[in-house]
């Protein structure tokens, strides 16, 4: 079952193939009114299934509209408005609406409950976000990043900065797959999971791990961040003054490359992480990347759904 649990599940050449299709139905469609069927359709007929365990913006409408644009339709739900919340089991709930729809989208705040989903539906599952990775997002920066340099994210250099998060976890499993240089600048205290990193080391990734942010945006022709407290964590106050010297302002931004381009999944935490100069300065990218997201998950769902790059 072609899952899009996380970027090692389309392999290299998988992720390849989404983003080339990415590209492609954008390019196709540019100009159209947003709510207009892809000239193909080539999801007709189909429905994805969508649960939310925690708040989202992004990933509910573009997945969404990713749907209505291929010719599909949605079902979106909250996990607290399902038996779900009332101890329905995951399994029990996986075999159900597999019955029911092609595709299950999930976002939740444990990994394990993703896995699970997978393990017992009968259709493909896809990661909306979980505690441990993003990887939907990340799908969408690179796009963005390949759309604004006009060439191949493999052989960049890209550098996080701020909290270790789900989104840094999945930007290391990227850097590692599409080989690219990541260059991951948290607080000590505070870093990305170690399974992670160690699998992409040992995929042979390029990956270096900091405790400044300076020494992240080494040579870096992207920069990354994201919000320090993310959903569901507490907002302690040690960890925010930790945090606080990885803020992406604009005397970091001009130690990357000239050129860099900034990126951040939002939603942003203004004048925490980055300030307003760098998010609506000439080098953010934040808008295309926001509106990509719906583009990269169409591609997203025809591969989980065996129409590109040979999943099925
Ligand atoms: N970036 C992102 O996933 O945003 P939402 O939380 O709004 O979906
Ligand atoms: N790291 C953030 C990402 C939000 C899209 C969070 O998990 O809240």
Redo the contacts with the bound molecule.
């Keep these: 079952m072609p899952h899009f649990l996380d970027l090692a599940a389309a392999e290299s050449a998988g992720l390849r193939t989404i983003l080339d299709e990415a590209h492609r139905r954008k390019a196709a469609r540019a100009g159209w009114p947003k709510g207009r069927v892809d000239a193909d359709a080539p999801l007709a007929g189909h429905v994805l299934g969508m649960i939310f365990e925690k708040p989202s913006t992004r990933t509910r409408f573009s997945f969404d509209m990713a749907a209505r644009q291929l010719g599909a339709t949605t079902i979106v739900s909250s996990a607290g408005e399902m038996q779900l919340g009332r101890g329905e089991t995951i399994p029990d709930t996986a075999r159900v609406l597999s019955r029911m729809v092609d595709a299950l989208m999930l976002r939740t705040n444990s990994h394990d409950k993703l896995e699970k989903l997978a393990q017992h539906a009968s259709v493909p599952v896809i990661n909306g976000?979980t505690d441990l990775t993003?990887p939907c997002?990340v799908m969408a920066d690179i796009m963005t990043f390949e759309e604004r340099m006009g060439r191949a994210v493999t052989g960049s250099t890209w550098a996080y900065v701020g909290d270790g998060?789900?989104?840094t976890n999945s930007l290391i499993e990227a850097a590692s797959l599409l080989k690219f240089d990541l260059r991951v600048g948290v607080p000590r205290g505070l870093d990305p999971d170690p399974g992670m990193m160690a699998t992409a080391c040992a995929r042979g990734g390029c990956i270096g791990l900091y405790h400044t942010p300076q020494e992240a945006m080494v040579n870096a022709d992207c920069v990354v961040t994201?919000?320090w407290v993310?959903?569901g964590q507490s907002e302690a106050k040690e960890k925010l003054a930790a945090c606080t010297p990885f803020q992406v302002n604009d005397a970091l931004m001009a130690q990357a490359n000239p050129g860099a381009i900034f990126l951040h999944?939002l939603p942003a935490h203004r004048n925490e992480e980055v300030t307003d100069s760098v998010m609506d300065g000439p080098q953010s990218a934040v808008w295309d990347e926001a509106e990509n997201r719906l583009h990269v998950q169409k591609a997203i769902l025809l591969w989980c759904l065996g129409r590109i790059g040979g999943a099925d």
Excluded: E, I, R, Y
């Design positions: 976000l993003h997002q998060n789900n989104m994201d919000t993310s959903m999944c």
